[in-house]
């Protein structure tokens, strides 16, 4: 709990300090809030009798409710901050407010306050017009999102360039472009990659770098000063983009490289992978430069295919990443072989059963279908010598790309398969015969 000290030698007593307390000057300006260096706190991050005011005191109180969860608590700290504010608009408090409001559920709340500090005029006020953007955003406002954000960008026009808002600025191009793809319509993208590099010229002009190549350094180094803040990776992408049309280097592709293997990492994490995903983490492997290592690349890309439903293609990718050449040539032989003419089938949970041991090439296995099976009506049982070995693989989750399922062959009169291959020692190839 914050107390005040009087600064001189005479005697005193101390006030605790609540909510509410009276703002004025009387009492010598004891209790003027703006009476910086008159009150005490005990934070362990502070140094010994580091003193602080009022304000100071609830906005940490309010930020240690904020990470404790306690998020009305909160509020009410930072209201008081805004009661001994006075008539200055304190938009950093009301932005933190908005967003306790926006934690708790009050969406009607947290938007007035971000109306109130996005109204305030001063020189980063884009900062605030941006956060309601986002805000709106959230709320799949689209429409109204991209408002906000437009009038952030021209604020933004309206100053002197600098490094801060040069990086809110392809922030802000970012959450534009998707909050149009968001709405359906048709992706403004090359509009607002224009809107950017303006950005960017102006802000190299002020930095007065006229050349080519130190536009695109700094470019670049923005770009990257944005990925390794841990924003989002389209950002900086959008970023090295325009570093390379300017003056591309073997470090920026590099750069680029690596930004788009981020983004495609928490895409796949997710579970969010489509099949542009993969132009993208081709390209990436297409400009990264010859001696840097393409494994954790060729992981990557075998992670994209495996949400696609390609596990073989998946596995060569990791056994590339991993530089298992020899594995690879066999694979690949194999591989052909499912071009040849026939029908071919993949055994599944073999694992379950005797494993791979029943299964040599040339073993003969007998099919045997069971309409009644209560999980698959088209299952087919797998057996050697009038024992279960497996089953006809039948669904995405155990069936390879290069054969046929159990439902493909119900038609088929076949009631047995010769065992060809074992593919990376976990899919058993047969041939109908």
């Not at 240690?64 to 009305?72: A, L, P, R, V």
């Not at 938007?111 to 959230?138: N, P, Q």
């Not at 408002?147 to 600025?169: I, P, R, T, V």
């Amino acid at each position: 709990m914050g107390i005040f000290f009087r600064d001189d030698d005479e005697e005193y007593e101390p006030w605790r300090w609540t909510l509410g307390d009276p703002v004025d000057d009387s009492n010598g300006g004891t209790m003027d809030p703006q009476n910086w260096g008159h009150g005490y706190t005990e934070d362990e991050e502070d140094e010994p009798d580091h003193y602080i005011g009022r304000s100071e005191y609830f906005f940490r109180q309010a930020k240690t409710c904020s990470i404790k969860g306690d998020h009305k608590t909160a509020i009410k700290f930072y209201k008081e901050v805004l009661r001994l504010s006075g008539p200055v608009a304190n938009c950093e408090v009301m932005s933190a407010i908005a967003d306790e409001y926006e934690t708790i559920g009050d969406y009607a709340s947290a938007e007035e306050y971000w109306m109130r500090c996005s109204e305030v005029e001063r020189h980063d006020s884009y900062k605030y017009i941006a956060g309601k953007g986002d805000f709106l955003y959230r709320r799949e406002r689209y429409g109204e999102a991209i408002g906000a954000y437009e009038e952030a960008l021209k604020d933004m026009d309206d100053g002197k360039m600098n490094l801060a808002m040069l990086k809110c600025y392809a922030r802000t191009v970012h959450f534009i472009i998707i909050s149009y793809m968001c709405l359906g319509e048709n992706n403004p993208k090359e509009k607002y990659h224009e809107e950017l590099k303006h950005a960017i010229n102006r802000y190299i002009k002020a930095k007065s770098f006229d050349d080519d190549e130190t536009k695109a350094y700094y470019m670049s180094q923005t770009a990257w000063e944005i990925y390794e803040s841990g924003r989002m990776s389209d950002e900086a992408l959008i970023l090295i983009d325009c570093a390379i049309k300017v003056h591309p280097t073997a470090n920026d592709y590099e750069r680029k490289a690596i930004f788009i293997k981020s983004k495609l990492k928490i895409e796949v994490l997710f579970n969010r992978i489509k099949p542009h995903h993969l132009d993208l983490i081709n390209e990436a492997l297409k400009i990264l430069p010859d001696d840097c290592d393409n494994g954790p690349y060729l992981n990557v890309k075998g992670d994209i295919l495996d949400q696609l439903g390609d596990p073989v293609k998946a596995r060569i990718c990791r056994a590339l990443a991993y530089k298992s050449y020899d594995e690879v040539n066999e694979v690949e032989k194999q591989l052909k072989k499912l071009k040849s003419a026939g029908t071919y089938i993949n055994i599944t949970g073999v694992h379950y059963y005797q494993g791979f041991t029943p299964f040599k090439e040339g073993t003969v296995v007998d099919l045997i279908r069971e309409p009644d099976n209560q999980h698959d009506p088209f299952a087919i049982r797998v057996e050697v010598n009038g024992e279960t070995v497996g089953y006809v693989a039948n669904n995405r989750y155990t069936l390879i790309k290069e054969v046929k399922s159990a439902t493909d062959i119900k038609d088929s009169n076949a009631t047995q398969a010769k065992v060809q291959f074992i593919l990376f020692r976990e899919w058993v190839i047969a041939k109908l015969i």
